[in-house]
């Protein structure tokens, strides 16, 4: 691997870098941070940067990316809500597991609007990386869904749509954004051993 290639870029990033990109990534590693502690800090956090990035995707024709973070603002108000509010024997929103209809839900969640987003970005938009930008859309789609429901399952849509940002961001020469995910991978992975944890604690109380 080249290293030098990475150094580079990353100074470049460094260089280009908007004070905007820099609020946006600082309050989106706040958000997975709170999120993998299971704090209602995750909401607030999280709408703060995912309204800067509908901004900063329409100036990088990222048109998916950019509607997934509409769509980001939306469900933390949505999750916001659900996680304040749990049943009425309930103390907090417990961490669980998906069953077998949850499952089917979330694949036919991303089955529908994978080739939906790669149709619309391919015939509708100069989006020159069409794949790439659906795949992450949808993926992300299905994580905010299952994150706001308090589903384990949650990080492993997470762990996907990051590892596929990192080359994405980076390509678009949003080196600080495309670095942001590859620390996300990481807490990704953290916030589903963690929630795996939770969630036995929860089943023994």
């Known amino acids: ?17 908007t004070w905007l990109e820099a609020l946006a990534v600082f309050f989106g590693i706040a958000s997975v941070f709170y ?27 990222l048109y998916a990316d950019m509607g997934i973070n509409a ?22 929103l417990p961490v669980t597991w998906l069953d077998g209809k949850g499952w089917l839900i979330s694949a036919l969640l991303f089955a529908v609007s994978y080739p939906v987003l790669v149709l619309i970005l391919s015939n509708f938009t100069d ?28 990080w492993i849509f997470w762990i996907l749509t990051d590892l596929v940002s990192v080359p994405l961001y980076f390509y678009k020469g949003l080196i600080l954004t495309s670095f942001q995910f590859f620390f996300f991978t990481i807490l990704a992975i953290m916030g589903l051993v963690a929630w795996i944890k939770s969630s036995k604690t929860y089943a023994k109380a």
Not at 72 to 89: D, L, R
């Open 1 to 17: 691997m080249d290293f030098q290639f990475l150094i580079d870029g990353v100074a470049a990033g460094l260089m280009n870098m």
């Open 35 to 61: 999120s993998m502690r299971e704090h209602i800090w995750v909401y607030p956090t999280g709408i703060v940067s995912t309204l800067i990035y509908v901004w900063i995707c329409f100036e990088y024709k």
């Open 71 to 92: 769509y980001y603002f939306s469900m933390s108000i949505y999750g916001w809500y659900v996680w304040t509010h749990p049943k009425a024997n309930q103390v907090v």
């Open 127 to 154: 989006s020159d990386v069409p794949y790439w930008d659906s795949f992450t859309t949808a993926s992300a789609f299905v994580g905010m869904w299952l994150m706001a429901k308090k589903k384990v399952e949650n």
